[in-house]
């Protein structure tokens, strides 16, 4: 599905895997080719987007039991944050994903809105490592933004108060009614 363009709703569909009243399926936590996959499968991860994933999963396991800061993090690492929350040097959620994906060698925006428009839309069963996982909002810009690491987990600056931390979204009763969608980077 191509990306929508700035500032326009998704519109649930019938039949979309990520319409509420169905029952959402599991994502293939297996890198590579999906069961289903052919060679000319868009969703289907390339060599370089695999090894890119991987970093960027890493690097964001790399900052767990960090301090969430609204408005923190940076391409090099956690920073200070601004208004509410600024006296914490930490990531706040997009931060966070920002900085896990420069170590991938990609720049994205800091903004939780932002990321769900940079890069290639994925579906819920086609998830892999590294592709960032968004909740909330709505039918305006998702208010959340995690990392995927396979297994339904996503590596994630939740809010304040809290540290960086792996959650489980998908049996989760806050995250997963609350799933927007997916991006890879």
């Known amino acids: 599905m191509p990306l929508k363009p700035i500032g326009a709703a998704e519109p649930a569909r019938p039949g979309d895997p990520l ?7 599991r994502p293939k936590d297996t890198p590579g080719q999906s069961a289903h996959s052919t060679p000319s499968d868009p969703t289907r991860p390339s060599t370089t987007e695999t090894k890119r994933g991987q970093k960027a999963a890493e690097a964001a396991l790399d900052q767990l039991g960090t301090a969430f800061s609204w408005g923190g993090g940076s391409a090099t690492g956690p920073t200070r944050g601004i208004g509410r929350g600024s006296d914490t040097v930490g990531f706040d959620c997009s931060g966070l994903t920002l900085h896990a994906w420069a170590k991938a060698g990609v ?17 819920l069963a086609d998830l892999q490592v590294g592709d960032l996982v968004f909740f909330g909002g709505e039918d305006r810009d998702p208010t959340h933004v995690g990392l995927y690491i396979g297994e339904g ?9 809290e540290v960086v931390k792996k959650t489980n979204f998908m049996d989760s009763s806050y995250y997963r009614p609350r799933y927007r969608g997916a991006v890879r980077p």
Do not use: N
């Open 19 to 25: 319409t509420k009243s169905e029952p959402i399926p």
């Open 107 to 123: 720049e994205l925006g800091h903004y939780t809105g932002t990321q769900f428009r940079q890069g290639r839309r994925i579906t």
């Open 153 to 161: 987990i996503m590596v994630h600056a939740p809010k304040s108060g």
